[in-house]
C-alpha cells in the first residue's frame, strides 16, 4: 500500500513538473531549466522555483524532458548502434578484440551479455580459457564516466565507477571501479562512447520510481 501511495504521488508529482533531467547515473531531479550551455547547465529545483539556481555539467546529463514533452539527448549514439541489442553486440566484439587486463598486453577479456549485466573475464594467455569467473558489471547504475587516460604508443585506460553483483546468489550490489586496458585511442573512444549509450538505454527502461 505504501509503494502504491508513493507511486501515485510521484506520477501527480512529475506530471506537473517543469523539465526532467535524467543523469547518466541514472538519478533523476525534476527541475526548470535555466540555461543550456555547451558545458552546463543551470536550472532551479521545482519545489523550490523561487530558490537559487544549481549547475551540472552536461558530461554527466543522459537526457532532458521539457514541460511541453521535447526532449534533448546529451549522449552521441554510436554510428549504426542505436538499439540496445546492437550496442551489447558492438560492446562485445570491441572489447574482445582491444582490450586486456590492466597491467597485461596478453591477456585479454572475455565479454558475455547476461541480460542486462556485463560479465568480463580474464582470459589465460593463449587466449584459451579464462581464468576466473569474472564479475557482472550492471552498466544501468553509473556513477562516474571518468574520461579516457590517454597514454603513449596507443595505450588507453577507461576507468568507469559503477555497481557490480558482489554475491550473485542474493544479488547483492556494490560500488567499484572498473578500469580496463585498451589497445588504441581511438578505440577506447569508441567503447567508452557505446558504454555511454547502453547505460543511457538501460536507464530509460527503468520506470521513474526505479530511478530513484
Not at 569467473?133 to 544501468?140: E, I, Q, S, T
Not at 543511457?200 to 520510481?209: D, H, R, Y
Request: proline share 2%; glycine share 6%.
Amino acid at each position: 500500500m505504501k509503494k502504491l501511495i508513493f507511486l501515485l504521488f510521484l506520477i501527480g508529482y512529475t506530471a506537473f513538473a517543469q523539465d526532467t533531467i535524467i543523469k547518466i547515473n541514472g538519478d533523476v531531479v525534476v527541475s526548470k531549466i535555466v540555461e543550456i550551455r555547451s558545458d552546463e547547465v543551470s536550472y532551479k529545483k521545482f519545489s523550490n522555483l523561487d530558490g537559487p539556481a544549481y549547475r551540472i555539467q552536461t558530461k554527466e546529463i543522459a537526457e532532458i524532458i521539457f514541460e511541453n514533452g521535447t526532449s534533448e539527448n546529451f549522449i552521441e549514439a554510436p554510428k549504426n548502434q542505436k538499439t540496445l541489442e546492437e550496442t551489447k553486440s558492438f560492446l562485445v566484439r570491441m572489447i574482445e578484440q582491444h582490450c586486456f587486463e590492466r597491467g597485461s598486453d596478453v591477456r585479454r577479456y572475455r565479454a558475455a551479455f547476461e541480460g542486462d549485466f556485463l560479465r568480463l573475464q580474464v582470459m589465460n594467455k593463449k587466449g584459451t580459457s579464462p581464468v576466473n569467473g569474472g564479475l557482472l558489471w550492471d552498466f544501468g547504475q553509473v556513477h562516474e564516466f571518468h574520461r579516457v587516460s590517454k597514454r603513449e604508443v596507443g595505450l588507453a585506460f577507461i576507468n568507469i565507477w559503477l555497481n557490480f553483483i558482489s554475491d550473485e546468489e542474493k544479488g547483492t550490489r556494490k560500488k567499484n571501479k572498473l578500469v580496463i586496458q585498451v589497445a588504441g585511442h581511438d578505440e577506447a573512444d569508441q567503447i567508452v562512447l557505446a558504454l555511454k549509450h547502453l547505460n543511457k538505454l538501460l536507464v530509460a527502461e527503468k520506470t521513474p520510481v526505479e530511478r530513484f
